[in-house]
Structures are given as C-alpha cells and as structure tokens.
C-alpha cells in the first residue's frame, strides 16, 4: 500500500446478516480491493474479503447473537448470525489484528471494487500478502 492509498477519506459502509439481527459498519476507501479466496470454506460461502484495521469495525446490533466458528489451527474467529446463519465477517488468520468484512453483506455498494484472487488453497505459501491491509491507516 503506497502512502497515497493510507490518507485516502474513509466512507462508513453498514452491514449485516440476512435477517438483519446483527449489524455493523466498517469504515473503508470509496475504492476498495477485495479478495476472492478459493480456499474449501470461502468458495462455498461466496465470501468476498475486505480486510480491515479492527479500529475501523464496529457492531452496531445483535453481537450476543454470533455463534463463533473456528477450524484447523484455530486462530480465525468466523462469526456467523445465530438467526439466519451468515457470517457478516471474520478475525482472519492472516491478520489477526483486523477485522474482514464479507462485501455482500454490505448495504451500501462501494464505488468502485476490485476484486483480486486470492490462491487460499495455498494459504501458507501466500498469506503474507494480505498482512498489509489491517494495519491502521493515516487519517
């Protein structure tokens, strides 16, 4: 991430889970980047990553309702609504010090989204690639 891309204005997206119990927001650039992983639980889901400092997530409703996820090392917090069964967002792995968002499960459409692919079927071999997105921005 270049120095540009760390002073750009943030939006504030909200979010949630389909059946609306729970709900967030997250702040984040107008432009995003977005990642498409292929691993076993993200393919099957349809989850697209937006990663981002745990400073710039909040919830706003029904965090007592997540029922929380976790598989093979244990260090990701998968959070899913107890209610409808979507997962809204995670403490990824790969940066346990953010907070990923699922972009479907925004309100609001960024206005413009790249989506890049993500090889998490590898994910050891690439996962550092990702450290950079939740460190915290320059305001």
């Known amino acids: 991430m270049t120095d540009a891309q760390d002073s750009v204005a943030l939006v504030t997206y909200e979010g949630g889970c389909h059946c609306g ?13 977005v990642e498409d992983c292929n691993c076993s639980v993200c393919s099957a889901s349809g989850y697209l990553h937006l990663i981002v400092p745990r400073s710039d997530f909040r919830w706003l409703t029904g965090e007592s309702l997540l029922t929380t996820y ?26 346990p010090d953010g907070m990923d968002v699922n972009v479907r499960t925004l309100k609001t459409t960024p206005q413009q989204m790249t ?12 996962a550092a690639k990702l450290a950079h997105k939740s460190r ?4």
């Not at 989506?115 to 690439?126: C, L, Q, R, S, T």
């Not at 915290?136 to 305001?139: A, I, K």
């Open 21 to 33: 119990a729970v709900t967030y927001e997250v702040k984040a650039p107008a432009c995003i980047e």
């Open 115 to 126: 989506i890049v692919p993500f090889d998490g079927k590898n994910w050891e071999a690439n």
């Open 70 to 95: 976790r598989f093979n090392s244990g260090v990701a917090e998968h959070y899913f609504c107890s209610l409808c069964g979507i997962k809204p967002c995670y403490i990824p792995r790969s940066n």
């Open 136 to 139: 915290p921005r320059e305001r």
